[in-house]
């Protein structure tokens, strides 16, 4: 680029949670100029808005971003959500990854020598963007007939902190992942909860943890690369891994999940059956979608919300990568450890295209 102003680098990364730090560090040992945008106030990325009680249900030493382990937990047990917000800031340190913030991304668009990211009220340019902005901005809420009808609360999991707002109330519990199955193991504590969740809930034995499990994860994607084992061993990154809140649960009853309802009420659902349930709230745990809006100027994002990539470069605009969005930009790409992998080959692929 013919631009030599200061706003100018060889890559702009958008977002510094742990997709954008991994990549910076690589970049780090690149000799390209470049700096992280990020939107939050505050180091920490989407982990600073995690609920009070969260903890990772994989061992430090299995949840490290590239070339520093995340120091044990203080007591023994897996981190806590505070605990990761802390590694993530003292990661940025330890390495000086050139972070801006507040900057938030409002559109990146192209020009012939580059692409131009806008933030208010600084304009940016670059050789190359990587996108690295994960998901919690775009929370997904599913649609049910007579919705807007309902009168209650409804909160996403993005947005629930801690129990004590549903105490004594009727809560529904939407959703058969981890998170559901940890905020209805505290919900339940204080609420007559029901958990709703589209299919039987994948429960994995009690010894299986995040290390187990991401374990066995690689070793199915290795199947499916034909390398290894022809029958890999069961669980996926999405099973339900049993913490000791979610045994608690179990003990006591609760986890049991039963199939949708069919539509809202004012004042609650109706079940397939018939049947009419009151209800005072409903915390959605269902889920993201990649948070993708700042790049609805490249006319990139296709129908089903994401980008089409090779590997982790998109297709039709060539000065884009996208990291850390979930499988489709790369194995195990959205957790803390997997994201080494394809944010290496993200920089070595850059480095490569402006040499």
Request: some cysteine; glycine content about 10%; hydrophobic content about 40%.
């Amino acid at each position: 680029m013919t631009d030599v102003s200061p706003n100018t680098y060889d890559v702009i990364v958008i977002g510094a949670g742990q997709a954008g730090l991994a990549t910076g560090y690589f970049l780090r040992r690149t000799g390209l100029r470049f700096a992280i945008l990020d939107s939050e106030p505050q180091a920490g990325g989407a982990w600073r808005h995690g609920w009070d009680s969260l903890r990772l249900f994989s061992p430090a030493e299995w949840s490290s971003l590239p070339g520093w382990p995340m120091p044990p937990n203080g007591d023994g047990g897996y981190p806590t959500r505070d605990a990761v917000v802390a590694y993530l800031a003292a990661y940025q340190t330890r390495y000086d990854l050139p972070v801006i913030r507040p900057a938030e991304v409002d559109m990146v668009h192209a020009q012939d020598d580059g692409l131009v990211v806008e933030t208010c009220p600084t304009t940016f340019r670059a050789r190359a963007v990587v996108s690295a902005t994960g998901t919690w901005r775009a929370p997904h809420w599913p649609a049910f007939p007579d919705q807007s009808l309902f009168r209650g609360l409804q909160i996403h999991s993005a947005q629930y902190r801690r129990p004590d707002a549903f105490a004594g109330l009727r809560v529904l519990v939407v959703g058969g992942g981890n998170s559901g199955a940890q905020i209805l193991a505290e919900v339940s504590q204080v609420a007559d909860t029901t958990w709703v969740t589209s299919d039987p809930p994948v429960f994995l034995p009690d010894d299986v943890d995040g290390r187990v499990l991401f374990e066995r994860a690689t070793a199915r994607w290795k199947a499916q690369q034909g390398i290894g084992v022809d029958t890999p061993p069961p669980g996926g990154l999405g099973d339900i891994v049993m913490v000791e809140p979610v045994k608690a649960a179990r003990a006591r009853g609760v986890l049991e999940a039963v199939r949708p309802f069919q539509r809202f009420t004012s004042d609650g659902v109706v079940w397939p059956d018939g049947r009419e349930s009151k209800i005072d709230a409903v915390i959605w745990c269902t889920g993201f979608r990649p948070a993708l809006q700042h790049l609805a100027g490249l006319n990139v994002v296709q129908d089903n919300g994401r980008v089409a990539v090779d590997g982790t470069r998109s297709v039709k605009e060539p000065r884009l990568w996208l990291v850390g969005y979930g499988e489709w930009t790369g194995f195990a790409s959205a957790t803390l450890t997997g994201v080494m992998r394809t944010a290496r080959e993200t920089v070595r692929q850059i480095a490569g295209a402006l040499a």
